[in-house]
Nanobody, 124 residues
């Protein structure tokens, strides 16, 4: 089992940057694929990015490709989401999620563990 804690969300102006962190505790974090999802008020939770557990394969939603970068530091049990060129439509609560020893997935139903979320607000 793993526990996830997101941090470093906040308020930023359009065009600015934030780096979210997802810190894990529990079983060997390197064996988990980790995804980032977001949910805005009145909208469904949507996939943002994912990094696989084995060779670190990454995947991004089209809406963030070229602006967001996911990475992981297994020694620190942490996954990061670097978000650049932020837009007002990126405003949402951002969640990280983990699935053990399984390929990266865009489907939130495939994930077993979730953090509590961190709010990102981008002002225009």
């Amino acid at each position: 089992q793993v526990q996830l804690v997101e941090s470093w969300g906040g308020l930023v102006q359009a065009g600015g940057s934030l780096r979210l962190s997802c810190a894990a505790s529990g079983r060997a974090f390197s064996t988990y694929s980790v995804g980032w999802f977001r949910q805005a008020p009145g909208k469904e939770r949507e996939f943002v990015s994912v990094i696989s557990w084995s060779v670190g394969i990454t995947d991004y939603a089209d809406s963030v490709k070229g602006r967001f970068t996911i990475s992981r530091d297994n020694a620190k049990n942490t996954v990061y989401l670097q978000m650049n060129s932020l837009k007002p439509e990126d405003t949402a609560n951002y969640y990280c999620a983990a699935r053990w020893s399984a390929p990266a997935s865009r489907k939130y139903g495939d994930y077993d563990y979730w953090g509590q979320g961190t709010q990102v607000t981008v002002s225009s």
